[in-house]
């Protein structure tokens, strides 16, 4: 029986036992044992991550001169408060809805809540980009947040296509699209926006892109959004839907938080609030989550705040460039050397060693302003990618420990649970960045940790935090292996 529990549930299931009309059993082929890699899938669920992404990050570059543009803020040092506000508003609407998206995926499957996901980053992104008014601006990123459930329904999917040799490599393919479009979303929004001032011959003067500056990086966001949400059709649903259970009828639906049935019969009574390993991994989740959209944010910032503020003098179109070539060293190592990296050493292991060496990363930041030229751009992006590469591998080990926790049937409430729990400390990272950030900008005479050193000296504390949490006894040394189901 021990040597049983290691293999994959399905072998274990008998053949009668595959319901014909059960979407979940009839792509029960693509977790077998010897089941080459989902390629199709694992295509189409980088491209939904991706998809998801873009609305998130693409305005960082522009956000400060959005802000300003408005003219809500009294003065330019209170525009990095505004602008931690309206980063903000996304995370706050997807940390009030992601436990009821994922208790709608684990009770009607998980495609309905994507195309809805999708369906929300067209319509509210575009209405974002058509805002001149910061309160117009607020309520479209919160409508935005509140009405996308991709991420947390497609880390469970991507677990449920995947056998077990393949769940490394189908969690990095969610983490590393999701910083692949932490690049590119940058980059468009840097080269994209106030395209009548950059390109004033495509779009001159009195257009509807100089009216609206800030419109061309959500139309193209949108368009491609069309593009995935035609392609998400394609994807098999992988929910399992019995009409009565392998022993007996089924009479209880799945219950939120609090347990129910596990999608094969099996009642699970136990709340996935006192599930501590879950709650441990959701932890290193939040916490690196927090240090991740708070960096990203002040990362822009402060290359574009004026040199004699401690930041780089950098133009948006900079900005853009420098992500950009970031990009391409975090896809090879993602998609290359993390799912070694991850089955040789394990999720924790690598989640804690990640954190640790961005420590140092981010004390050397405010010596930068002292280089110039060809040098700065050279250790610019070399760190840049290094960056990228620790903060991805870290984001997709902490994927790994929220599936391993728990069995295939409460996935999608237990990363709607991380989701909720993680936007939280991700719509406190901007607005929080952002005040510290502008609270930096008023202390450069300081002795201790003058300007910008003070907002890297906090990230850096978060940083050794999320590294703390992954030791026992916090993070039980069973989220390194995948959840063994019972019987």
């Given amino acids: 029986m021990g040597e049983d529990l290691e293999k994959p549930l399905l ?44 609305p998130i990050a693409s305005l960082y570059p522009f956000l400060y001169f959005m802000v300003e543009d408005m003219k809500i803020a009294k003065s330019q040092e209170d525009i990095g408060f505004y602008v931690g506000f309206l980063g903000s508003a996304f995370m706050v609407g997807r940390c009030m809805t992601s436990v009821i998206w994922g208790f709608l995926a684990d009770k009607y499957g998980r495609k309905p809540i994507i195309i809805i996901g999708i369906l929300s980053v067209i319509i509210f992104g575009t209405g974002f980009g058509f805002s001149t008014n910061f309160w117009v601006g607020l309520l479209m990123r919160f409508l935005l947040g509140s009405f996308n459930g991709i991420l947390g329904t497609t880390k469970a999917y991507a677990s449920e296509i995947c056998n077990e040799k393949h769940q490394a490599l189908g969690i990095s393919v969610v983490g590393t699209c999701w910083g692949l479009g932490l690049i590119i979303g940058p980059a468009m929004g840097g080269y994209l926006s106030q395209p009548a001032i950059k390109y004033p011959d495509l779009f001159p003067k009195g257009s509807l892109y100089d009216m609206f500056p800030y419109l061309l990086p959500s139309v193209c966001t949108s368009v491609f959004a069309v593009a995935v949400l035609i392609a998400s059709f394609q994807l098999p649903e992988t929910l399992h839907m019995h009409n009565k259970s392998l022993e007996e009828p089924k009479e209880e639906q799945p219950e939120m938080l609090s347990g129910g049935d596990d999608g094969f019969g099996h009642n699970k009574k136990t709340s996935l609030l006192s599930n501590w390993a879950l709650m441990a991994s959701i932890a290193v989740y939040c916490f690196w989550s927090l240090q991740d959209i ?41 998609l290359s050397f993390f799912p070694v990296v991850v089955n040789t050493v394990g999720p924790i292991l690598t ?17 930068y302003p002292q280089m110039h030229g060809t040098t700065l751009w050279v250790v610019l992006c070399l760190s840049s990618v290094v960056r990228f590469i620790l903060s991805v591998t870290t984001l997709t080990a902490s994927f790994l420990l929220v599936n391993n926790s728990v069995p295939q049937a409460r996935r999608g409430v237990a990363n709607g649970l991380s989701m909720s729990f993680g936007s939280f400390f991700k719509a406190v990272g901007p607005a929080g960045g952002g ?17 910008n050193d003070l907002v890297f000296f906090f ?6 935090i999320t590294a703390l949490l992954s030791f026992e006894p916090f993070l039980p040394a069973s989220t390194d292996h995948p959840f063994i189901e019972e019987f």
């Avoid at 948006?316 to 993602?334: E, K, P, R, W």
């Avoid at 005040?435 to 300007?451: M, Y």
């Avoid at 990230?459 to 050794?464: A, E, P």
């Fill in 294 to 334: 708070a960096y990203t944010e002040i990362y822009s910032l402060w290359c574009v705040s004026p040199a004699d503020e401690g930041g780089l003098g950098l133009t948006t179109t900079d900005v853009g460039q420098l992500l950009a070539a970031s990009g391409f060293g975090m896809l090879v190592f993602q």
């Fill in 459 to 464: 990230l850096g504390c978060v940083s050794f």
């Fill in 435 to 451: 005040a510290i950030f502008s609270w930096a900008q008023s202390r450069h005479g300081a002795t201790i940790l003058p300007g």
């Fill in 11 to 54: 072998q274990l299931l008998p053949k009668n036992s595959l319901y014909p009309n059960c979407p979940g059993c009839s792509c029960a082929h693509l977790r077998s044992p010897n089941a080459p890699i989902p390629v199709k899938e694992l295509v189409i669920i980088a491209l939904l991550v991706v998809c998801n992404t873009l």
């Fill in 351 to 367: 989640t804690r060693c990640a954190a640790l060496l961005s420590i140092p990363l981010l004390a050397v930041l405010p010596f």
